[in-house]
């Protein structure tokens, strides 16, 4: 018998390895991620409740301890191989074909070339170094305490940040990527799945991905206008 070449990997690094792969894997990674952010953005909108009811939010998710731990670990994992993934292929692509394109032009189903589609690279690297900005402000930004419990007051610190114009405006241009981001990204999960060839599947996905933008800037122009708080 003759053995298979080295470079032919079999299994689940032949699986990641590989152009299907590949693009499975991003594909479900991507979802897994677009969930994470839909229930973030809805625990966001609890502040339009009232700022005890985010609190209370808060104090759940901090109350569960190891379950907490082990989902922000795994989405940080989930996230780490998004972007290696995401990084890799735009690498192939520009291997394959290191000259430029002078003019972009859609070709239509299945391409859909578009502003969204030819950013992705650029939109998912700005959207990693805000997380980063984003993690530092809130999770490990400044611990306000309620005088009666002690727990931290979490509200508090969501709306002095979105009283500062120079957040608030980085923080809208951010989650405006985050639309184009997602308006290619959820089309492009689904077609890995083989879902996005259904009728009305790009109006739909456009639609979540412009909602999901809007969800998230509502909220520090509701703070910063004064409208909320």
């Known amino acids: 018998m003759v053995a298979p070449p080295e470079s032919e ?13 590949k693009k499975i894997l991003t594909g479900l990674t ?25 609190n209370n939010l808060a104090y759940v998710i901090e109350r569960l301890g ?17 972007t290696t993934i995401g990084l890799k292929i735009y690498i192939g692509k520009r291997q394959a074909r290191p000259v430029s394109y002078t003019e972009y032009v859609s070709a239509g189903e299945p391409s ?16 990693a170094v805000f997380l980063v900005v984003h993690l530092a402000t809130f999770k490990f930004g400044t611990y306000y305490s309620l005088p009666e419990s002690g727990d931290r007051d979490l509200a508090r610190l969501v709306f002095e ?9 980085g923080y809208v241009l951010v989650f ?29 996905n456009a639609g979540v991905a412009g909602a999901i933008a809007l969800g998230f800037i509502g909220l520090p122009v509701a703070i910063y206008f004064g409208l909320i708080g």
């Open 9 to 21: 990997s079999t299994g689940i690094i032949g699986f990641y390895q590989s152009p299907i792969g």
């Open 30 to 54: 991507g979802l897994g991620l677009v969930s994470f952010v839909v229930i973030h953005l809805l625990s966001n909108l609890t502040l339009f409740v009232s700022a005890e009811a985010y």
């Open 66 to 82: 190891p379950v907490t731990y082990a989902i922000e670990i795994g989405l940080v994992a989930i996230a780490l191989l998004h």
């Open 112 to 127: 859909r070339q578009t502003l969204s589609s030819r950013t992705m690279i650029v939109s998912g690297l700005i959207l």
């Open 161 to 169: 940040t979105f009283h500062k114009p120079g957040y608030t405006a």
């Open 176 to 204: 405006s990527v985050l639309g184009l981001h997602l308006r290619h990204g959820i089309w492009s999960a689904w077609q890995s799945l083989g879902v996005a060839t259904r009728p009305g599947m790009v109006a739909v």
